[in-house]
C-alpha cells in the first residue's frame, strides 16, 4: 500500500503562483510514476502532470506555467503553479502508478491522496 498526502494549496489572486507538494509513504517506489489531477465543481477528473524516469507529461493548457518535478530520497513530488487563471480554480489530487510508463489516465493510477483546494480568485 502507498499512503499519499498533499500540501499547499490554498487561495491565489489570477497571476499568482502556488507549490503543491505531495509526500508518498508505504510500499512506494522511484520507479512508480507520479500524477497530478484536478476535478473542478460539476467536471470531471482531469490529468494535469506526471513524472517518471521514464519522462513527464504535461496538460497541454498548463505547458509552460506549471513544472512537474520529484525528490525520490524525500519520496515527494511538487507541482510548481505559475501565471494561475481562475480556471485552474480546482481539488488538485495527487496519484501514483505502479509502472514506469507515463500515462494520463485516471484508471492508470493505484493510489490517490485526498486532495488539496486550490482556488485563483480574478
Known amino acids: 500500500q502507498v499512503q499519499l498526502v498533499e500540501s499547499g494549496g490554498g487561495l491565489v489572486q489570477a497571476g499568482g503562483s502556488l507549490r503543491l507538494s505531495c509526500a508518498a509513504s508505504?510500499?512506494?517506489?522511484?520507479?512508480?510514476?507520479m500524477g497530478w489531477f484536478r476535478q473542478a465543481p460539476g467536471k470531471e477528473r482531469e490529468f494535469v502532470a506526471a513524472?517518471?524516469?521514464?519522462?513527464?507529461i504535461l496538460l497541454d493548457s498548463v505547458k509552460g506555467r506549471f513544472t512537474i518535478s520529484r525528490d525520490n530520497a524525500k519520496n515527494t513530488v511538487y507541482l510548481e503553479m505559475n501565471s494561475l487563471k481562475p480556471e485552474d480554480t480546482a481539488v488538485y489530487y495527487c496519484?501514483?502508478?505502479?509502472?514506469?510508463?507515463?500515462?494520463?489516465?485516471?484508471?492508470?493510477?493505484?493510489?490517490w491522496g485526498q486532495g488539496t483546494q486550490v482556488t485563483v480568485s480574478s
Open positions: 508505504g510500499s512506494t517506489s522511484s520507479s512508480y510514476t
Open positions: 496519484a501514483a502508478r505502479g509502472s514506469a510508463v507515463v500515462s494520463t489516465q485516471k484508471q492508470g493510477y493505484d493510489y
Open positions: 513524472i517518471s524516469w521514464s519522462g513527464r
